[in-house]
């Protein structure tokens, strides 16, 4: 790959990075603004990282736009958020198409109004071809949500003996989640200071390397992410495994 900023390893580039992208509300109070204000500088954000990642090779990237959470934030900020994701979606995605990026959409849409709901599928259709970057937005989505979906359909495919409950497999869970065909995270980056992961990709972070920074989402850069990739490439990833095991497996793959 050629010009790839030069603290990046292009032999450890995380296949699937995952952002939690925080700090927009506060980031609009700090400068005077409307918490609207946030959010849409939030997409230009969006927008830059969707091209960095595309840029080093990333895979899939899954970005937490709305969660379950915050459809209990007050109306007029629900109907903000949403009316947005709508106008960025319509203004963004002849871009998408023209660099390659397959829009994919986890999370409990048929809450989202029709508005939003027909303008994310004229999106992902037009998309469905691009074979770079998958955009994975988390839309409505919480990962418990996904978890009581998820054991529902295995309890009625065990109900209706469909499925042996002896065969039951992380696989099986896997392969019942919004995610399941991506593989896990490699990488989950938290902007906006707080170090927790409030109910996203619980079970798909089980061994990703968890990367948090105080800079607010409308303020993190293309170089912003690029730092969190270079931190991830210097962590030796163990999976439950000695250091000299990690070390023996990969001169032995070489
Ligand atoms: C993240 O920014 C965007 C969404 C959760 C939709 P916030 O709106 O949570 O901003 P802060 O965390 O209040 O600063
Ligand atoms: C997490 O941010 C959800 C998204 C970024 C969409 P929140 O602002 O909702 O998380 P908490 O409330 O600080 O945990
Ligand atoms: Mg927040």
């Not at 490699?186 to 990703?208: C, E, H, K, P």
Request: charged fraction near 25%; include cysteine.
């Amino acid at each position: 790959m050629t010009n790839l900023p030069n603290n990046i390893d292009p032999e450890k580039v995380p296949a699937h990075v995952a952002i939690i992208m925080d700090g927009n509300g506060r980031w609009a109070k700090a400068r005077g603004l409307d918490r609207t204000e946030g959010h849409v500088a939030g997409v230009d954000t969006v927008r830059t990282i969707i091209t960095a990642a595309s840029e080093i090779g990333v895979k899939y990237l899954t970005l937490y736009a709305f969660s379950t959470e915050n459809w209990n934030r007050p109306p007029e900020e629900v109907r903000a958020l949403l009316h947005l994701i709508v106008v960025a979606l319509e203004r963004e995605t002849p871009d998408l198409i023209k660099n390659n990026v397959r829009l994919n959409v986890i999370g409990d849409i048929d809450r989202m109004p029709p508005e939003s709901y027909e303008s994310l599928r004229r999106s992902l259709k037009a998309t469905s071809h691009c074979t770079g970057l998958q955009v994975n937005l988390a839309l409505s989505y919480s990962s418990r949500w996904e978890l009581v979906e998820a054991a529902r359909r295995i309890a009625s495919l065990a109900a209706s003996g469909e499925l042996d409950p002896a065969e039951i497999t992380e696989q099986t869970v896997s392969e019942m989640l919004t995610t399941a065909s991506v593989p896990d995270p490699d990488l989950l980056i938290r902007t906006g200071g707080d170090a927790r992961v409030s109910n996203f990709l619980l079970w798909q972070i089980a061994y990703s390397e968890l990367y948090f920074t105080n800079i607010f989402w409308p303020a993190f850069s293309a170089d912003d992410f690029f730092k969190a990739v270079a931190e991830y490439q210097g962590r030796e990833r163990r999976f439950g495994l000695t250091s000299e095991q990690v070390s023996q497996s990969s001169e032995s793959s070489l």
